[in-house]
């Protein structure tokens, strides 16, 4: 994303994002982050996979379920290369298997994430829900995060460095308003639960308003505060340079149709942690109440140790 406040300029950014250039057959090519430094968003190599895959099925089908790993962790600056392979096209369902890569510094392509996808034609079916939606406050009740990452930036004062000060002020086109305290807004251990609310910083119109869209906008927005919730138990943080961590793998389930420039609650637990790694689990709810999506997580989470 680039570095302005402007909710259009941000969506625009994203849908630039994470659409996918096709190369060649079943290659396709996802541009990076403007301005990017660091590692990738690990969102950013889902959500750009999922496209890649969405792109090869032309039939009506949509994403019903994705799992991926998470390999090595990818480059800021580079694009990455997604390779499609078809394995799968039935008449209600259909597979795709997706290779992300990048070059690595010898100009050599390096896996950095294997994803598949499943695909199914919309039918009508046998129908229950039983996840009922938390009880939580609304979002228009609760202070924008960005308003809250400010406030804390001051309050650390130089006890950041600059590079953590920069992520914590970054604009971001996912809008999120927290109704707990997250990892990085508390030192106090508490239980392996949050519940945030969220959805894209403007109306998606037009041409770029699909499904395949709103549901690559999610999956982006689902590597959000979901690792963090294994980290609350502890009373660390990432941001504060106590931890050392990186996604291992994701599973998404889209359950429905849901619209990413609406409020969607994502409600998160971690129920273990050890060895070194952090498991984690996802429900997100539409304002109505029904699950649109449910997600898991496990993560690599070490306490940083002081240097001597």
């Known amino acids: 994303m680039t570095d302005t406040t402007d909710p259009e300029e941000l969506l625009t950014s994203l849908i630039r994002l994470l659409t996918v250039e096709k190369r060649a057959a079943d290659v396709y090519a996802g541009p990076p982050q403007a301005d990017g430094v660091g590692r990738v968003f690990g969102g950013q190599v889902l959500a750009q996979a999922l496209q890649a895959a969405q792109a090869s099925v032309t039939d009506g089908k949509r994403a019903h379920s994705l799992h991926a790993y998470f390999l090595r ?18 008449r209600s369902f259909a597979n795709r298997r997706v290779v992300a890569s990048q070059e690595d510094e010898h100009g050599m392509p390096v896996p ?16 229950h829900n039983d996840a009922p939606m938390p009880d939580v406050p609304h979002p228009d009740d609760l202070r924008p995060d960005m308003e809250q990452r400010r406030a804390l930036v001051e309050a650390w004062g130089d006890r950041l460095g600059e590079s953590q000060r920069r992520l914590m002020l970054r604009p971001r086109p996912i809008e999120m308003r927290t109704c707990d305290a997250l990892h990085w807004m508390s030192r106090e251990p508490r239980p392996p639960r949050a519940h945030t609310w969220f959805r894209v910083c403007a109306p998606i119109t037009g041409a770029d308003d699909t499904p395949e869209l709103h549901r690559a906008i999610i999956t982006y927005a689902s590597d959000y505060t979901l690792l963090g919730t294994s980290a609350l138990p502890h009373g660390l ?66 306490k940083r140790l002081a240097r001597p």
């Open 237 to 302: 943080s990432w941001m504060r340079g106590e931890l050392v961590g990186a996604s291992l793998d994701h599973a998404i389930w889209f359950h429905r149709d849901a619209r990413a420039d609406e409020w969607l609650l994502y409600a998160t637990d971690a129920p273990w942690s050890g060895g070194g790694r952090g498991f984690n689990r996802g429900r997100i709810f539409n304002q109505a109440g029904e699950l649109v999506a449910s997600v898991a997580q496990e993560g690599m989470m070490r």
């Open 112 to 127: 950095i994430l294997n994803l598949t996808a499943s695909f199914q034609r919309p039918e009508e079916g046998l129908e």
């Open 73 to 90: 962790g990818g480059r800021e600056g580079a694009p990455i290369e997604y390779r499609i392979a078809r394995d799968f096209d039935g």
